[in-house]
């Protein structure tokens, strides 16, 4: 048992405060960390809010450590194969297995029964907290420490290697690329300008898509440099929407979660399309799809993926996209994390700043 | 330029009559065809009812041939590759390639472009006439002559082995079978009862799933003798949806196109979960799907995937299964054949028998 | 512990007598068991003969049950999510799992580690004895007992769908089928012709492959008419291997083992075709292949792919087929056990009939 | 009808000298471009020496301009949708597709019946020319041209992201990962030190693999730097065979052609263990394989895959890992270019510099 100071939450009910903890040991431990970053999310938010119903404490505790996205310093750590040592870097895995075959086979991200936890949201303690232990199985490690100041990014990024592993998958069921072999006049379209939807338009990029970021309204410069450097569009589809959809979509991917959004661009879907929902939003209101609708998602052959969370192949993937983004657009991507805060100014889980992309925290 | 009887239509208005038609010389036929028997399925109802926008007659036609569903007689054929010869039978395919990159790989039911027809439906005359004439490239041989009775059923069945490829791709996206490698207690939901539901559910058993066909009012004595035979339970979900769905559903195959009821059983899928969506209902009123639904798509890694048509080796598989299904479920199988109309008797396209799995005609 | 009569052998030692043994409870098993045919393949013959070093006793035993074929009587069972009742027919799978990720998800057969047993060959009794225990979890059912006759053709079966799960992933590297998304031009031969030689060309029929079978000297009525029913043509390539080779292999399916054979054949295979490696002889000598042969590999996107065992759902699909088989080819199929012999006949292990296709031991 | 200076042979007998060509207009060519650098590699140097049978002057010359590996300038193009203009760079795709179903879709790389042309090896002249016209349909633009310097290991490159394609694809037979999903502890082997072994290094070290590179004989520090940067451990397999294999091989990767070494290695494989043949060399003198080698392959489900070229997508994938090694790794990167020389220095064609990684041409 030891007592640390944490940001702390009462799940579901909500609330923050950063304050002392005592927290037991944890079983199988061999290493232990001090996060250097933690970054700030919509599920940190929504979390705090009291608005997400399936959070919720540890076993045996009254609260719950917050933070899922972090980089964090190795203090101790006993033999492992993976090559870690003190004063390596490295990203903790937030969704820990069950014991269904999905979770047997290393991919708890699609846990057949939902007996998992993760990390500072279902059971089990996050990240932001002065320092904690865990196992090398579960740590993956920054290989390139140049650049510390970026891998925070690590965990929203897998899941964006996730939904492509998806999208590799399920587009197989008819050849999506054309004749050439290649993507180069395919669309993809991305809802929503957050953090997420940025990472995901990069990766369209490297796919090779014609890729365009959506908002209902316009955005900062700071955005719009990134979205330039990487040949990335931006539209504000509340101006534009028939002129930027001529053409149709590809690979539409939703960060939104807001039916109505989703439904709109999923009507201009080409043959063979693929929908890639990722994005929630609980309280989104609902919107109808009707009989003309399923027969134009059959009449195209169109598929409609969920895709939640990532598996721990994906977090060394991230890593490596991070790695050639950071160097390749320099500072733009740096300029992603657009605000560092203390522990204690916990207020910035109750606000979302008007530029932000991504908020962190600085340990 | 020759004159046959047949079934017309004046696409997409509607209307049938059998008459006589001038059919120009068709370019690169080999083959002297004249149908044994032919299906009457909801789309030539929606054509002749005048709901079916999409359908058009060919080019420099004022009418349009009817018929996408038949088993064939070859009067007369070139030499060809097929071991095609005169006297034996043949399902032509339905679907004609247009030149995308789909179509020139033989997959013209995945066309990227919508640049395709179909033969009794859109751009290109059916088979329902006294001749016809066609290329053996087209033609799919019935090996075994002895199920001649219920060759007819391999244009629906067709559909359902293309479906069931798709779900093949789709569901490799994470482990989809138990920690036996089986299916055993995999739950596959059809919904409705008609011909293509039965043909699903008959495929969902050959995969080992434990199969449910249903529906909204009970079903007669015939469709509950099917079920049995091939070990389909069916429940009337008017009554009993609670319990029917307790234990959730892992493959949801719908054939109604209605929107309402697709949504309410998808929001009974398990984790991985696939659906499939193939019945389409234009006219089918809107029903919501809301923030919380969306949420519980990605959460669980669901998937849908529209699926329509198939490929011409899907007529083979489905030939193949018709086959076994013959032999195995004897005349429980082909009961499905409920009623047998000659070319004349043209009201059989505005009025549905109750209880009609498949009506067929027989030249 | 209970004494029992079994078919026994010392292994690797080899040798074999029907005798008694002294058998411990089976930890877990919630089944009696009665084989009623178990089938006897090379395997068996190689443990008696002593040339299979692989093969072990059961820990703590100076004897080896044999027998991995089977198609058992259920005497007593407990509960179980199978629908299996004292009574029904059961096909008890071979291979048991360790803890290997491969094995955790149900699939042994592509075990990672090689700590997994195989009744009757390494470290675990076989199913030639009068009765034994088994789990229910590692039964299947035989749905439909008029097969019953043939079911003990599952186990060699199983190992044919294995193979064609395998060629289905390894051939999507490519565009194997044709512009007609069929194979009705593409060549699968077939190297053998015993048991499982031609289990594997009735199932290259089902793909609807022009399929060869090959030996090297004529092969009996019995098995030509079997080949004949099911459209397979017989080739005796020591008289004609230039001719029946022309126009080149799609996919090869090796059951000798034998790699100067193998390897003929491997150079005439076409552009993206398969080799599946099944046929195992760890005596067979020596044949060379120099740089032009692994150029020809290179240079033609060929693939080749040992498979050895299947899953769990092997067995069920390989029920299906036989099902199939039995219903559709009738004597022609059922003719394919061409001996049935007692327990005491012991040696049959050592002599192998010369128009053998599958010798069985009724019990 | 033009003449241009280039680097000439006589297909298949072979020689080279640089000197003046009239080549006619290629037929719908749209773009003039000349080539930066152009790059060296075995082929040449086999087609300059009259070893390789399979090239061919193209239909109606005498001789044939050598050169597959290039980076291009822009210096007139017409209007095209791959958004390129004249001052672009361009790498031109050397394979182009004849009319199979593979072709077709974009994939000559796999070519259903051998009716490609090769650029600068079978019946196409190359790039090793004052300038050529081509379609911009074949050419992938370098979006990043401070990548210049490396930019013409493109083409080589692409043979490696082709390869891991058909490793991604036969793979999925098994579980391939381990219980974390990732490939940490397993080991990828290449055989050859060239620069098509390292760039299948690098790539190994992109998946996560434990990666080695071998040769019989010890490499020069330049080499050895390169090894380190990406953290690939390089091994004298001519001292340590034993050691170095312990632990068995996951992924194999063949680089030389010679049958030798490549059983000797592959007798060291894993389970499920995936070897790619890439390296061709005809004159390669034979190795046995016996029928305990056939039996390992069998046991193990180990899968052998040739791999050709590859298609246009892969030059794109190529140009990026190029563009993140390029920034990433640095001048150990670009140190792969061990020499530039001028056209008119023909003997680099008939002699290997000892420490050569890629010698390249500067036009």
Not at 118 to 141: N, P, Q, W
Not at 254 to 282: A, Q
Not at 316 to 340: D, N, P
Request: with cysteine; net charge negative.
């Amino acid at each position: 048992m030891a007592q640390v100071n944490a940001i702390l939450t009462d799940a579901p009910k909500g609330g923050v405060r950063y304050g002392k903890i005592d927290i037991r040991d944890e079983e199988g431990a061999n290493a232990k960390l001090e996060p250097v970053y933690t970054g700030i999310c919509g599920t940190d938010r929504g979390i705090v809010s009291g608005s997400l119903q399936f959070a919720y404490n540890p076993q045996g505790y009254s609260s719950l450590v917050l933070g899922h996205e972090s980089v964090c310093k190795v203090i101790d750590i006993g033999e492992n194969p993976y090559h870690i040592r003190p004063g390596d870097y490295v990203v903790p895995v937030v969704r820990r297995p069950g014991d269904c075959v999905n979770c047997l086979a290393g991919r708890q991200d699609n846990c057949s029964d939902g007996n998992k936890h993760e990390a500072g949201i279902t059971g089990m303690h996050g990240f932001m907290r002065e320092y904690f232990y865990d196992h090398s199985d579960y740590l993956v490690k920054v290989k390139d420490p140049s650049i510390l100041d970026v891998a925070v990014l690590t965990e929203p990024t897998k899941n964006v290697m996730k939904a492509f592993e998806v999208f590799s998958v399920v587009s197989k069921r008819a050849i999506f690329h054309n004749r050439h072999s290649t993507l180069t006049d395919k669309r993809a379209f991305v809802i929503g300008t957050g953090s997420e939807a940025f990472l995901y338009a990069l990766m369209c990029r490297e796919y090779g898509f014609e890729t365009v970021i959506l908002n209902r309204h316009p955005i900062d410069e700071r955005k719009l440099s990134l979205a330039d450097a990487a040949g990335i569009e931006f539209h504000d589809y509340s101006k534009d929407f028939d002129q930027v959809t001529q053409g149709g979509i590809d690979l539409l991917i939703d960060t939104s979660g807001h039916p109505e959004t989703i439904f709109r661009f999923m009507r201009k879907m080409n043959y063979n399309g693929v929908l890639i929902l990722f994005g929630t939003n609980g309280k989104a209101p609902g919107a109808p799809l009707d009989g003309s609708d399923i027969d134009y998602i059959v009449e195209r052959n169109i598929t409609i993926a969920g895709s939640v969370d990532a598996a721990q192949v994906h977090y060394y993937q991230a890593l490596e996209y991070i790695r050639k983004w950071r160097y390749v657009y320099g500072k733009a991507f740096a300029s992603m994390i657009t605000g560092v805060y203390s522990p204690e100014e916990t207020d910035i889980f109750s606000r979302k700043p008007a530029e932000e992309i991504k908020s962190v925290i600085k340990w």
